[in-house]
């Protein structure tokens, strides 16, 4: 499953972690942290957020370009930047990991905000993850169509298969070690015929590539 998570959900920056596992849902970075009132403030936001979040306050003496670039890193789902001008206007900064949308919100509506956010976070990954899925899963009807497939279509291949493990090793040694993944419990049906052999099939299997 970290697998999973790491290759479905990751960018060239890091870890993009779910709201729903990640260790830490919402990063509180005070910005100016050594002007007069913000580390209290970002305190007291902590404080009053880990109730009902997993919430991690960055008190530390990096810099908040170092920070952001930590907090990214982990694929923490949401960053809460405030800083002077912030508490000024009774507001706060959150970022989210998926797509770095910049979101300015009242420190009245905070837990509002940050559920509205960390909602639209998972269900951006997931929007993302299934098109992904859908765009990389092809279909192959004959033997040639699967070689084809397999040597210049990255990704899945949905196919019958008579049930021999000889044609299941044959094609993992012909395509360099695309072979079965599952057996969906809805399985479809695409033909009548392996797409080995020719013989009539039993399953409609999808095939992959192990990394």
Same mark, same amino acid.
């Given at each position: 499953?970290?697998?999973?998570?790491?290759?479905?959900?990751?960018?060239?920056?890091?870890?993009?972690?779910?709201?729903?596992?990640?260790?830490?849902?919402?990063?509180?970075?005070?910005?100016?942290?050594?002007?007069?009132?913000?580390?209290?403030?970002?305190?007291?936001?902590?404080?009053?957020?880990?109730?009902?979040?997993?919430?991690?306050?960055?008190?530390?003496?990096?810099?908040?370009?170092?920070?952001?670039?930590?907090?990214?890193?982990?694929?923490?789902?949401?960053?809460?930047?405030?800083? /002077?001008?912030? =508490?000024?206007?009774?507001? +706060?900064?959150? $970022?989210?990991?998926?797509?770095?949308? #910049?979101?300015?919100?009242?420190?009245?509506?905070?837990?509002?905000?940050?559920?509205?956010?960390?909602?639209?976070?998972?269900?951006?990954?997931?929007?993302?993850?299934?098109?992904?899925?859908?765009?990389?899963?092809?279909?192959?009807?004959?033997?040639?169509?699967?070689?084809?497939?397999?040597?210049?279509? /990255?990704?899945? =291949?949905?196919?019958?298969? +008579?049930?021999? $493990?000889?044609?299941?090793?044959?094609? #993992?040694?012909?395509?360099?070690?695309?072979?079965?993944?599952?057996?969906?419990?809805?399985?479809?049906?695409?033909?009548?015929?392996?797409?080995?052999?020719?013989?009539?099939?039993?399953?409609?299997?999808?095939?992959?590539?192990?990394?």
């Amino acid at each position: 499953m970290i697998g999973a998570i790491i290759m479905t959900h990751g960018d060239d920056n890091g870890l993009v972690l779910p709201p729903k596992v990640a260790p830490i849902q919402v990063a509180i970075l005070p910005i100016a942290m050594h002007k007069e009132g913000v580390l209290d403030k970002a305190t007291e936001v902590r404080d009053r957020l880990k109730k009902n979040y997993r919430v991690k306050l960055d008190d530390s003496d990096n810099s908040p370009g170092w920070k952001f670039s930590e907090y990214e890193m982990k694929g923490v789902p949401l960053r809460l930047e405030i800083g /002077p001008k912030d =508490i000024e206007n009774n507001q +706060c900064v959150l $970022v989210r990991r998926d797509n770095r949308e #910049k979101l300015f919100v009242s420190l009245d509506n905070l837990e509002a905000e940050i559920d509205k956010a960390l909602q639209a976070v998972h269900n951006g990954l997931l929007e993302r993850a299934q098109a992904n899925l859908v765009a990389k899963t092809h279909v192959a009807h004959d033997y040639d169509e699967f070689i084809d497939t397999a040597t210049n279509k /990255p990704g899945f =291949i949905k196919a019958m298969w +008579c049930g021999d $493990v000889a044609c299941e090793e044959k094609l #993992k040694d012909v395509t360099g070690g695309v072979k079965s993944r599952c057996i969906p419990f809805d399985e479809e049906v695409i033909n009548n015929k392996c797409v080995c052999c020719g013989k009539e099939s039993k399953h409609m299997v999808v095939w992959g590539k192990q990394y």
